[in-house]
């Protein structure tokens, strides 16, 4: 058992940096993947629609933490070698995807029909519809939950040291194997979380309250 | 010559035959009003009209455009005919200008210095040439509708279909759309439909008066003599549901 110095708090900072880089670029892939299968969703297939909510239903039906050591051990075992880090941006992405997806779908779905019909009776095609009258509307509902969800995706990106990938918790983990400070160096990791969600939370709250006046 | 030629118009939704043989002729110029209890089919034959529900069965050529036609040309129909809904369906993330010139510019192709040029002489026709710059929220529902009239102005129509423009808006705040409607049905360049349970809008609009039964025309002619002496018992227990 060692005491705890400055150098222990720069490590818990790095992993901070790359629980961040991690969420972002989870949320950045995933936006990525939720906004195809919106537009997949609005050929209104049926046979893409019952793909997708198989696809959405496993990945929200499913623990992440379960989701995380498939991607990871699962496929090692299969014979794909995946490194920790790509492992858990792909999860994290997936995972995003599905969520985001019903987030979208749901703005766009609360948008009346009438807008889609005064838009065709003016002449608009539906690609014009959809992209001058439909997504300015659903974007402006959908901001505040996908800002939302970015919270909740910073804290399950804790998950993440199961993996071994040194993030902010598994950072957290390593110190207190050897300095054996839990308090401190959680109590530190709470407040990090903490200061890093807080913000986005009160963002998501502002921007709610704005788009609903 | 027409601007409407329907000939036994049928329509249903499911079992419901909402449409039970309409025939008719409008020509161009004619300002008509289409009354009848709801359910009777009037705003269901109105939105057959503009292509927004495709007819069952029977002839149906608007503008020019035959609707009957396995892929009729609605682009063309949308340019010539347009509609304003009871509920105004403005776009609330776009300013009252914005309305008004966004199908002019994606639709008509209009560079959007001409677009504006004419949104500014739309609004003005309706009494709005100092909201062009108001978001509908910022609007009341008379002004909204007023918009929503000056929307499909801009687009040149030689049809307006008008269905039931009046039923959403506080009674103080009907005049204001009458006045609108009376100015615009000076200009006998449009032939105008309007589907409306007001009789009083109705008379001052129109100078024909059809009234729906059950997805049938029961009564059809000059609104005063129509409206003067019904001739069948629905029209007559209408008037005097609605008169009472």
């Known amino acids: ?213 | 010559m027409t601007m409407i030629s329907a000939r036994d118009v049928r329509k249903r939704f499911g079992t419901l035959e909402v449409l039970k043989g309409i025939s008719l002729d409008i020509a161009p110029g004619e300002r008509v009003a289409l009354l009848g209890r709801s359910g009777s089919g009037k705003s269901t034959f109105l939105r057959c009209l503009n292509g927004l529900e495709r007819i069952d069965g029977g002839g149906l050529d608007v503008a020019g455009i035959d609707l009957a036609a396995p892929k009729p040309d609605l682009k063309t129909l949308r340019r010539r005919v347009g509609i304003v809904f009871q509920s105004f369906n403005l776009f609330p993330h776009l300013t009252a200008e914005q309305n008004v010139t966004l199908a002019q510019r994606k639709v008509l192709k209009r560079p959007a210095d001409e677009a504006s040029r004419i949104a500014a002489d739309v609004l003005a026709q309706v009494g709005l040439a100092d909201k062009m710059k108001s978001y509908p929220s910022q609007l009341s529902g008379g002004q909204q509708q007023r918009v929503a009239i000056a929307r499909s102005l801009a687009l040149s129509p030689t049809l307006m279909l008008f269905d039931e423009i009046t039923s959403a808006l506080d009674p103080e705040l009907i005049g204001e759309v009458v006045g609108v409607l009376e100015r615009l049905a000076a200009n006998r360049d449009i032939t105008m439909v309007l589907v409306t349970h007001q009789l009083g809008f109705a008379r001052s609009i129109a100078s024909r008066t059809i009234f729906m039964h059950e997805g049938r025309i029961l009564e059809d002619g000059p609104a005063e003599s129509v409206m003067g002496t019904p001739a069948t018992v629905e029209f007559k227990a209408f008037l005097s549901a609605v008169l009472t």
Not at chain 1, 18 to 31: D, E, K, Q, R, V
Not at chain 1, 154 to 173: C, H, N, P, W, Y
């Open chain 1, 1 to 213: 058992m060692r005491a705890l110095n400055a150098g222990d708090f720069v490590y818990l900072l790095q992993g901070l940096l790359w629980t961040i880089a991690l969420s972002f670029s989870a949320l950045a892939a995933g936006g990525l993947l939720a906004a195809g299968i919106v537009a997949l969703r609005l050929l209104r297939s049926r046979a893409i629609d019952v793909a997708i909510a198989a696809y959405v239903g496993l990945f929200q039906g499913t623990p992440l933490l379960g989701q995380l050591l498939f991607f990871y051990f699962g496929l090692s075992i299969m014979g794909l070698d995946i490194a920790a880090f790509s492992a858990a941006v792909l999860t994290l992405s997936l995972y995003s995807a599905a969520f985001l997806s019903e987030i979208w779908r749901g703005a766009i779905a609360a948008i009346p029909r009438q807008q889609w019909e005064a838009g065709e009776s003016l002449g608009l095609g539906r690609l014009q519809t959809l992209t001058s009258i439909i997504l300015p509307q659903a974007l402006r509902a959908a901001i505040p939950p996908t800002v939302g969800f970015l919270v909740i995706l910073i804290k399950d990106s804790s998950l993440v040291s199961v993996l071994g990938f040194v993030e902010l918790t598994r950072a957290a983990q390593i110190i207190n194997n050897s300095t054996f400070h839990s308090f401190t160096i959680f109590g530190t990791v709470a407040l990090l979380y903490f200061a890093l969600c807080f913000p986005i939370s009160r963002l998501s709250r502002r921007l709610e309250a704005r788009f609903h006046q």
